[in-house]
Every structure is written in structure tokens, then in C-alpha cells.
């Protein structure tokens, strides 16, 4: 728009400028003019208001901004402590490892112990009952000897006494049951 201007004021002196670049169609310097006037009216008026939007809208992405960045340390400091946690997983990875072999093999210690008890008390329950079934097993033996002698004997007696034998053993059998009676 200046360089028109500029323009016009030079080439002031030559005959019929005025109709030829005033008046072209489409490019009439009065539309410029007017548009000229009624950017300045509004820049004047609405200058104040224009600046104090734009200046609060500057504040505005500036205090964004300063937020952002005050996230962004915040999000940082969170992700160090995660690096942190996560380096030392791998020490407590470790440590609860090697916790868990030392009960590991207090744990079989501890039922080696066990079974090692449990043995000698079925040990010592074997033993137990085997001195049980042996005084059973003699006594029923006893028994058995008993009676096998007691059968022995009788048909040893019935073989051997004689009929005079068995009369004399009734007689002192009734002289013994009346002189018990007496």
C-alpha cells in the first residue's frame, strides 16, 4: 500500500495518472484508502483491548508452560525413584533367593530330623512287639506243651494201668475224701 502511494507521489507529474490508476477496475485506490482508515480506527479502538488479550493469553500459555515443566520434574524425580526400585529388584530378587534355599534346607534338615525320629520310634515299636508276640507265642507254646503232655500222660496211664491198678487208686481216692470230711 506505501509503495502505491509512493508510487502516485512520483509519478504526480504525468497527465491523466489520477483516472488511470485511481479508477482501474478492481484496484481503486479508494477501496485501499478506506481499508487503511478502518484498520487504523480499529487498531485505535480496540488496541487496548487487543493487547491486554493477547498479553493475558501470553500469561496464560506461561503459566501452562511453567506448569509443565513443574510436571515434568515431578515425572522425572518419580521416574528415578522407579530406576531406583527397580535396581535394587534385583538385590531383593536375590536376597528373598537366597532366603528361601537357607529354609529350604533348614525345612530338610528339619524333616530329616523328623523321618530320622519317626524310624527309631517304629524301631523301637517293632522290637516291642516282637517281644509281645514272642511272650505270646512261648505261652501258647507252654500251653500247648501242657496240654499235649497232660494227653500224653493220660494215655501213657491208660495204656500202662492195669484193672487192679485202677481198683486201688478208687480206694485211696474214697479214703482220702473221708478222712477230709472227718
Known amino acids: 500500500m506505501i509503495l502505491l502511494l509512493a508510487y502516485l ?3 504526480e507529474g ?6 488511470t490508476y485511481l479508477n482501474y477496475p478492481g484496484l481503486e485506490a479508494w477501496k485501499f484508502i478506506n481499508l487503511a482508515i478502518f484498520l487504523g480506527a480499529g487498531a485505535y479502538i480496540l ?3 487487543l493487547k491486554a488479550a ?6 496464560g500459555i506461561q503459566l501452562l508452560l511453567t506448569k509443565a515443566d513443574q510436571e515434568r520434574d515431578a515425572a522425572q524425580i518419580r521416574l528415578n525413584e522407579a530406576e531406583t526400585l527397580v535396581g535394587r529388584l534385583d538385590s531383593d530378587v536375590a536376597e528373598v ?5 537357607a529354609e529350604a534346607q533348614t525345612e530338610r534338615e528339619r524333616l530329616n530330623a523328623a523321618t530320622e525320629k519317626e524310624i527309631e520310634r517304629m524301631r523301637y515299636q517293632a522290637n516291642r512287639e516282637i517281644e509281645t508276640a514272642g511272650k505270646v507265642a512261648r505261652k501258647e507254646l507252654q ?3 501242657a496240654g499235649r503232655s497232660v494227653a500224653l500222660a493220660r494215655e501213657s496211664i491208660r495204656t500202662q494201668i492195669r484193672p487192679e491198678d485202677d481198683a486201688r487208686l478208687i480206694e485211696d481216692d474214697i479214703g482220702q475224701l473221708g478222712r477230709a470230711q472227718a
Not at 14 to 19: D, I, L, Q, T, V
Not at 97 to 101: F, G, N
Open 97 to 101: 533367593r537366597k532366603r528361601a534355599q
Open 47 to 49: 488496541g487496548g483491548k
Open 14 to 19: 504525468e497527465p491523466g495518472w489520477a483516472e
Open 9 to 11: 507521489i512520483v509519478s
Open 143 to 145: 500251653k500247648f506243651l
Open 54 to 59: 493477547l498479553h493475558a493469553r501470553r500469561e
